[in-house]
Every structure is written in structure tokens, then in C-alpha cells.
């Protein structure tokens, strides 16, 4: 665990109102009761105060978290925040959402717990994304209506959309201009999908092919560079991928640190406890245990073996050619579970590689060329600064996908 | 003030000196900073990169680590056990000068480590390493920590300004003196006195005479064995000079522009 912050991944139910084809949970009916939660909270919590890790993250996801009441997430809310107080410890929350059961009833534990901002999910075209028994245009014409209600109430609505083989067919323009021109989304991130949970047909078609999927992300890159930047849109993870090679602080993506088990867990419903919710949620072997069996979170971490077997991977892939990656120091191998779900094995790098090399090396390129055009505007301080016995770890942060 | 590094348990006989801890355990260290005067440490050596770093978690704060390795290619993907620390701890990694430097060079700073190379005449497979290792330092656009001595002495070439590559390398002895478990003094960490060594070199006629880097050199590279060929490491000077160029020319372009009126812009 990182000496300062955690970030859990919170499911406090599995259960979910959609059904989508490459979804990599296995659902059930268990929600977490507000008693369960306060022991999940406190064992959370003890072992931050004792080792003077202050900033918490709590992930609200599922299952689908709006299958639950907004009266419940208010408590469950207040609960947790009460318990970091009297530890000393900061607590912050995000919500993830299908935003398929958003009512009006949301917005105000949106507004007070989550800063008026919620996360959400849909493709383009969306072929995977549905309710159960029903067309994914039935469940495309209820988040596109439920979005614009929520930001009819102000809320601020970021997205997270999958490329399919039709969004690469289609290209990074249309990809755009839907997201940015259509809906007026203002931040999206695009994420790449895997074979998560148990296989059907829509999955194997996964991993992608990298060398499209590479083209469409510096196209989609290009675009934003072009017609979002300056306009304040925000498309991940090129923006903060910019960010990182202009040396600012930058909050890059889980699937781009040099160890997750170092920064996030997460827990679901029951108490089990993994690497993070595709982990606990579809991968019983590879869960780190229970906490509602274990005496503390300390010793659950300290005794699990599947636990260690993640931080070995990082120290097993660099033996192996990601040493010889000029983005060693971003990736570190990638995303566990996206090797793991393609590869059957931990001790893979992750399948989409190629693509993560190319659209580092294209960001940097951008970078570099906006540092060059933008020099003749400054009068630089001294680059180098002061000599350096000893020199504090890196800026960048994480956030889970 | 001269700085003494001793193993850890020997901190009590230290008083009002300034210091740097030598541990395997980092137990030890934490055992002796408790009862001790931890502003009188300039910073903590663990030597054993298999140990566990936890003890120091949540307690240590401020307190400079650095972690000593001695087979860097066994030896380097255990950074990854420690690199979590760094939210906590200022940390670096201390590199032998042999093969395998840069594969541990450039993991250490991947992770966010510092680095500073360690030890003297390197076999020419570890010169070419370092060179590596200095082309991952300047060119990488991902590292941002400082490796030592290129960093050191980077900034002295851009400013124009002298440094020493003995201070740079922590070997001076009249800055550092390396004692073992009974307060004697190591053998074999270098010259009494690095000044006497560098005319000695000169007296000579070593090649060191008329050597342009024998202003920040002081003869570092001849020492134990006065007959070591530093063709290698003139090479690796003089890229470190010519990127320092490059960069002080970056820099003089970029002080003489004019500034460009808002409304331009």
C-alpha cells in the first residue's frame, strides 16, 4: 500500500439494471447493509490512522450504483466521513454510474458528496451497452435523455467511452464530434477494452487490434489537440499524458503505475476484498481475501499471497523486455487484468502495448512541439534549479479507470 | 564539517558530528533514531535490498534514504518493493560502477529514485553502461530525477562553474569518512587527501597532465591503480559538455528573444 493515499474501489452492490455484452462482473443480488459498511470502514480506516495515511478515495461503483436508494449513499456517505474525522484521515468520493436509473432524487447527494460531478459510460456507436432483453438503442435513448436532465440540474457529467471494431471503422472524427459537438461533453476518457469475466461471443473479439486501434488514437489525439485544447475540452488520456510530458502534475490512469497494488483496492458487497472490481468481482482465486473474515486490513494484506503475486509482476516484467521501453517510468507493464484476461497468466504485459507505446511517443512529440512554439513567448528560469543530494518520488497520481 | 558514515548502532558514540547511517535492517535504524539526535543524520544507507521497508512506514518522515546496491542486475527489480516509500521519504539509489548500471539506472529513475553511480575505474563494459545511462538521464523525456554525477556536473558546465567529481561521488575523505563497526577507519576508500593524490598523478607525467577535466577530475578515475585508461570516461565528459553546451545555448537563445506583446501572440 502507498504510504500516503489509497484509493478504494467500493461495490456496495452487484446487483446492476443493465446487461452489457463485454461487462466483466458476474452480478448478483448482494447489496452491502450500512452495519456491514461501518465494519468495512473502520478497518479500512484504522490502519491509515496508524500509519499516517491521510487522503482516501472512495470509487463508488458496482454493480450500478443508482440500483441503490440516494438516501442510502447519503448516509453511507456521512457514515464514512465521520469515521475518517475522527482519524485524522481526508476522505473524497466519486461516483461511476450507467446514469440508466438517474432521477431527480440523485442530485442531491450528487451535489453534496460528489462536487456536482458524476462519471459515466457510453460508446460510439454503442453496440454492447443495454438493458437486459433489450436493443442497445433502447439503452442509448435513456442516457442520452438522463444525461441531459442531469446537466439540466447542473451536474457535471464526464464519460468514459470503449472503442468497438465499428468506432475504429468509423474514425476519430465522428468519434469526436459526437461526444464533443452532439452531446457537449466537455471531458470523456477513452478506455481499451478486455475480455473480462466470463467469455462470450462479443469477447472474443478482444483484445483489439492494436495497429487500428493505435490509429484511431492518435487521430482522436490530433482532433483534440487541433479543436479541444484551447477550448478547455478534456479528452483522456491525452490530456494528461500532455500534461505529464510538459512536466506538470498529472493524474494518469491505473493501468499506468509502476505497481496498483501499491495504490487501490477494492471491495465489493461481501467484504472480498482484490486487486481492484474486475478482480473481486469475476476472479474468486485472485481475490486478496475476506475482510469481513479477517481481524484487520492489515493483516489480510499482510498474509495474502495473491497479493503478492501482483507486486511480483512489475519486478517480473522488467527482467523481460518492458527494461528496454523508453515509457518504462509511465507503464510498467500496464494493466494486470488486461494481461490476465487475454493471456490467462499475471505475468504478461499488458496486450495493448504497441498501442500505449505509440500514443506515448505521440504525446511527447506534442508535447515537445508546443514547448517549442510556446519558448519564444517566455523568458525561461533556470531549468536545471538547484543540485540535488537526494530528490523527492515522482508527481504523477493515479485514478482508476 | 566533516561527515562520518557508521554503521547505525554506533550513532550514540557520535555525538554532535554530523552523520550517515549504514543499516541492513531498517529496524536498526528506526531503534537508533528513536532514542538518538536524527537532526545530526545527513541521511540513512540501507545496505540489504531484500529488506523491508515498513517499520520506517508513517514514522521516518524526512528522513533521507538511500538504498545501496551492490549486484545491480540481481538486485534491481527489487526497487519496485520500495518505490511505494517514496510518497514518504526522500530516496535515492546508490549504483556500483559495474555491468548492469544501466538497466538499474534506468529503473530506479523510471520508479522516481535519484541516483548516484558509485565506486571507481569501471571495466569498459560499464563505461559503455554509463553511457547509457547518461543518454537515459539527458534524452528520456519521462526521467525527471537527477543522476549523479551527471546532474552535478551538467549544471556546473552550464553555469560555467567548478565542481569536484570527488565531492560529487561522496569519496572525499575530508568530507566523508567511512568508519566500520568499531569506529576504524575502511581501507581502500580512497586517497588521505584527494589534492596530494591529483599532484601526485601530475608529478608523474600520467595522463591526467594536460587533461581537460583534470580541474574537476583531481585524478577520481586513477585511483587505486594510477595506470587506468580514461579514454571511456573523456567520452562520457565530453557528451555531458556538449549537451551543457546545447542546453546554455537553448538557454542565451531564449534570454535574448524579446518578449512578444500580448495582442501578438
Known sequence: MSAKALSLILLPTLQ??????????????????????????????????????????????????????????????????????????????????????????????????????VSTSMDYPNLYRRRRGREAADYTEIWV??????????????????????????????FYAYFVDVLD???????????????????????????????????????????????GVRVGPFDELLAYFQDQPALLPCIWTEDCANHMISIDARGHMAQCDCWVASYPDYRFGNLFESASLGALLRDSSVLARFHQRPMALVQGGCIDCDYLALCHGGCPVRAYSVYG??????????????????????????????ARHLVSPDPCGPETLIAVGPSTHIFPE | MTAY??????????????????AADPSELRGVLEVGSPERVAFAQLTDLNADLTPLEGWAEGLALDLVMTDPVAEHPLLYRHARMLACLPMRVSVPWVPGLARATKLAVSLGFGVRLTGHQPVPEAVAEAQQALDTFL???????????????????????????????????????????????????????T???????????????????????????????????????????????????????????????????????
Open chain 2, 139 to 193: 534524452h528520456n523525456p519521462t526521467v525527471d530525477q537527477p543522476v549523479e554525477p551527471f546532474h552535478g556536473m551538467l549544471i556546473a558546465l552550464v553555469h560555467e562553474r567548478p565542481v569536484r567529481l570527488w565531492s560529487l561521488m561522496e569519496r572525499d575523505p575530508a568530507e566523508i569518512r567511512v568508519l566500520d563497526e568499531r569506529g576504524m577507519e575502511l581501507p581502500d576508500q580512497g586517497p588521505a587527501c
Open chain 1, 185 to 231: 461533453i466537455r471531458s470523456f476518457q477513452v478506455n481499451t477494452p478486455f475480455p473480462g469475466g466470463s467469455p462470450n461471443a462479443v469477447k472474443q473479439l478482444l483484445p483489439l487490434d492494436p495497429e487500428p486501434l493505435a490509429r484511431f488514437y492518435v487521430d482522436l489525439a490530433d482532433l483534440w489537440l487541433a479543436r479541444g485544447l484551447a477550448s
Open chain 1, 145 to 174: 435523455r438522463n444525461l441531459h436532465r442531469a446537466r439540466a440540474a447542473g451536474i457535471d457529467v464526464q464519460v468514459i467511452a470503449v472503442p468497438n471494431p465499428a468506432t475504429l471503422e468509423m474514425g476519430a472524427e465522428r
Open chain 2, 5 to 22: 558514515s557508521i554503521p547505525a548502532l554506533l550513532l550514540p558514540a557520535f555525538s554532535g558530528r554530523p552523520v550517515i547511517l549504514r
Open chain 2, 195 to 265: 589534492s596530494a593524490f591529483r599532484d601526485g598523478l601530475v608529478a608523474a607525467g600520467a595522463e591526467c597532465r594536460g587533461c581537460e577535466w583534470l580541474a574537476w577530475c583531481e585524478g577520481y578515475f586513477k585511483w587505486p591503480d594510477t595506470d587506468f585508461a580514461c579514454s571511456g570516461i573523456r567520452r562520457l565528459l565530453g557528451d555531458l559538455r556538449a549537451a551543457a553546451t546545447e542546453l546554455r545555448g537553448g538557454l542565451d537563445t531564449l534570454h535574448e528573444q524579446p518578449e512578444i506583446p500580448s495582442h501578438e501572440r
Open chain 1, 345 to 374: 497468466r499475471l505475468s504478461e504485459k499488458d496486450p495493448y502495448c504497441a498501442l500505449y507505446r505509440a500514443v506515448f511517443g505521440h504525446m511527447a512529440a506534442a508535447a515537445a512541439s508546443l514547448a517549442r512554439s510556446s
Open chain 1, 16 to 117: 446492476c439494471n443493465a446487461a452489457c455484452d463485454y461487462c466483466f462482473e458476474d452480478k448478483t443480488k448482494d447489496r452491502l447493509s450500512l452495519e456491514r459498511l461501518a465494519e468495512i470502514v473502520d478497518k479500512v480506516l484504522d490502519p491509515l490512522g496508524e500509519r499516517k495515511i491521510a487522503e482516501l478515495t472512495i470509487h463508488w461503483q458496482g454493480g450500478e450504483i443508482m440500483t441503490l436508494s440516494p438516501s442510502w449513499l447519503m448516509r453511507a456517505c456521512a457514515q464514512i466521513d465521520e469515521a475518517a474525522a475522527a482519524r485524522g484521515c481526508t476522505v473524497s468520493h466519486g461516483l461511476q454510474t450507467n446514469l440508466i436509473g438517474y432521477h431527480a432524487g440523485w442530485n442531491d447527494p450528487i451535489r453534496e458528496i460528489f462536487g456536482n460531478r
